[in-house]
């Protein structure tokens, strides 16, 4: 089970970039690499997956450096809507024989008028 | 959307009493989750399932018990409720081959009195 570790908090203004960054040292071949986010008094939703290099949809971009080591969550012009908790995970998607999705405890991001 | 409920969304009730938290998805998801959160704190996967007829204790021990008779259904149950079981539970589904893109319901709040 790869450990990762991410800051446990951030803040942000209006209309500012945030990149959040998650370190995964011992991710295993195998792995992909999920970022979840929760509002408060909510359930998490999935943002973004990738294994390497970037990903990209209509909410954020994932940044993964060729040894995988860490990653980062990219917002663009985050708003106050974006301020919430962000979870990283790494495991293999494919797993059926034992459940190793550990959410951690997250990036709690401050965005900020 | 994802299409996922909980009910109740709220329940205050008194110690020693047996309830029920109901859980339902429509996607035909075969994996059912049930995770454990209290306010500001990580989540904690506490039960989950690969399909009809299995069901697994996850990483925080807990003293429900969960049942799955039907794909779509995935109740939880608290046989004698205590102060201690005062939290917010939630509910997540996923395809088999996606543990890591998993849907959350909107949880239920249960506070025991």
């Known amino acids: 089970l790869a450990k990762t570790t991410q800051p446990i908090s951030m803040d942000s203004y209006e209309g500012q970039e945030v990149n959040i960054t998650c370190s995964h040292n011992?991710?295993?071949?195998?792995?992909?690499i999920t970022w979840y986010q929760q509002f408060p008094s909510q359930g998490p939703r999935f943002i973004i997956q990738g294994y390497k290099t970037k990903v990209t949809n209509e909410v954020a971009s994932l940044f993964i450096p060729a040894d995988r080591k860490s990653s980062t969550l990219s917002l663009p012009r985050v708003s106050l809507s974006d301020t919430a908790v962000y979870y990283c995970?790494?495991?293999?998607?494919?797993?059926?024989?034992?459940?190793?999705?550990?959410f951690g405890p997250g990036t709690r991001l401050s965005v900020l008028p | 959307e994802a299409d996922i409920y909980q009910t109740p969304r709220y329940l205050v009730i008194g110690t020693g009493k047996k309830i029920t938290l109901e859980c339902s998805q429509t996607?035909?998801?075969?994996?059912m989750y049930w995770y454990q959160q209290d306010p500001g704190m990580e989540l904690h996967l506490i039960h989950y399932s690969y399909g009809v007829n299995s069901t697994e204790k996850g990483d925080l021990s807990s003293e429900s018990t969960v049942s799955r008779i039907r794909t779509e259904h995935f109740p939880l149950t608290l046989e004698s409720a205590r102060p201690s079981h005062t939290s917010q539970y939630l509910c997540a589904s996923s395809l088999k081959g996606s543990s890591y893109e998993q849907y959350f319901g909107p949880g239920t709040r249960l506070t025991v009195t």
């Open positions: 996607m035909g998801h075969d994996k």
């Open positions: 995970l790494v495991g293999a998607p494919r797993d059926n024989y034992g459940q190793n999705f550990v």
């Open positions: 011992n991710i295993a071949t195998n792995d992909y």
